[in-house]
């Protein structure tokens, strides 16, 4: 090979040009050393074998110890892993971009799979731009020091690689810390730039998401309650979301749910409505909804949710024919209970809000018992 070609580049506004070579050159089956965040790597397509070959020689590492799979966006790891457990999408939400590599089940084979998403505008620019998977080990011969500035990276390798990119030094200075989830409990192979404490505290503290209708009444009273539970528990380990099915966001919770809420101690004069998303519902333990309509949504958007999805006086497991049943509002009307579904109070008078907030407290006190 002849010499590797070298530019320069600025992190914080790197040229496209030199983008465009860089990932012109891995679509074609060449090497490219590219910054990350943690330590400076070798590019390659994972799809050419050529490429991959010259990879495993040039660091001389063993072919039975694969490379990590870098991806430019978060949903992308489900063209890669299967069988993704909620821990991973916790870890997602939680640390990506950044320093974390997860092995995974491998989607086409039986083997597993290594996957991160760097935290470097260059590396995700190449990334995207190749249009092609890309395997990044550190920019090193096996056994040696990973490089955390350019120097150090092509030190060994200037001639054996087609294309290098000098940004500087890296961020953090400090490899990736790497979990295995394809074990229970989970493994943390390396502790690197991310504690092995902030990686377990995310996958030991249990998400807990309240889905109604337009996160206004319903939601907004059971995460509050819970959240004021779990507050008089003394409990830490419990995060409390909240969202609706409905495409309008940004709005607060009504004036009944607030002043039924303060009477009892809670301010949600701050509560701004969100729709609920995948990633929402993916990273959560228990999803506890107030009617089926809200259900069968969430299936739609997320059907491997399934398994921890429930009404929410399902899961409480109340007596059916409980006494805080939807009746004697404000006209003197009754309305049944109809069993599990909790009935959207928008809209109707206090005295239904009321009722409906007994029957959301009943429950919510019997799931603080058993989360």
């Not at 072919?63 to 978060?74: G, Q």
């Not at 990736?176 to 092995?196: F, H, N, W, Y």
Request: hydrophobic letters at 40%; one cysteine or more.
């Amino acid at each position: 090979m002849t010499s590797t070609r070298i530019v320069k580049l600025d992190p914080e506004k790197p040229q496209q040009d030199y983008l465009d070579e860089a990932a012109d050159i891995l679509k074609r089956g060449g090497l490219v050393i590219i910054p990350t965040e943690t330590v400076y790597g070798i590019a390659a397509n994972m799809l050419d074998n050529g490429a991959l070959d010259r990879l495993y020689e040039i660091k001389n590492r063993p072919k039975d110890k694969a490379f990590s799979l870098h991806i430019d966006k978060k949903e992308k790891i489900e063209e890669f892993a299967s069988a993704i457990p909620v821990s991973a999408y916790k870890l997602i939400d939680k640390f990506w971009p950044g320093p974390l590599t997860l092995i995974l089940r491998a989607k086409k084979d039986t083997g597993n799979i290594g996957v991160r998403m760097p935290d470097n505008e260059i590396a995700l620019k190449i990334i995207a731009q190749a249009g092609v998977p890309i395997v990044c080990p550190s920019a090193n011969i096996s056994g040696k020091p990973a490089p955390i500035n350019f120097d150090q990276a092509i030190k060994d390798l200037n001639g054996l690689v087609n294309f290098a990119i000098d940004a500087g030094s890296t961020k953090l200075q400090v490899e990736s810390s790497v979990v295995d989830l394809t074990v229970m409990p989970a493994q943390i192979l390396r502790e690197g730039a991310i504690k092995k404490e902030d990686i377990l505290n995310t996958i030991q503290k249990k998400i807990l998401l309240f889905v109604c209708t337009g996160n206004s009444c319903r939601s907004v009273m059971a995460k509050a309650l819970l959240e004021k539970i779990m507050k008089e528990k003394g409990r830490n380990d419990v995060e409390v979301l909240s969202a609706g099915i409905m495409m309008m966001g940004g709005i607060g919770a009504t004036e009944p749910t607030k002043e039924i809420l303060k009477r009892e101690g809670m301010d949600v004069s701050a509560h701004i409505s969100q729709r609920v998303t995948q990633d929402m519902l993916k990273k959560s333990d228990i999803i506890l909804v107030m009617e089926r309509l809200q259900e069968k949504r969430i299936l739609e958007i997320v059907p491997g949710a399934k398994n921890r999805l429930f009404l929410l006086k399902e899961f409480a497991n109340p007596v059916r024919n409980n006494h805080f049943n939807l009746a004697k509002i404000s006209n003197g009307a009754k309305i049944s209970d109809n069993g599990f579904d909790i009935y959207d109070p928008i809209g109707k008078p206090l005295g239904f809000y009321e009722n409906t907030y007994e029957i959301i407290k009943e429950a919510v006190e019997r799931i603080s018992n058993i989360i």
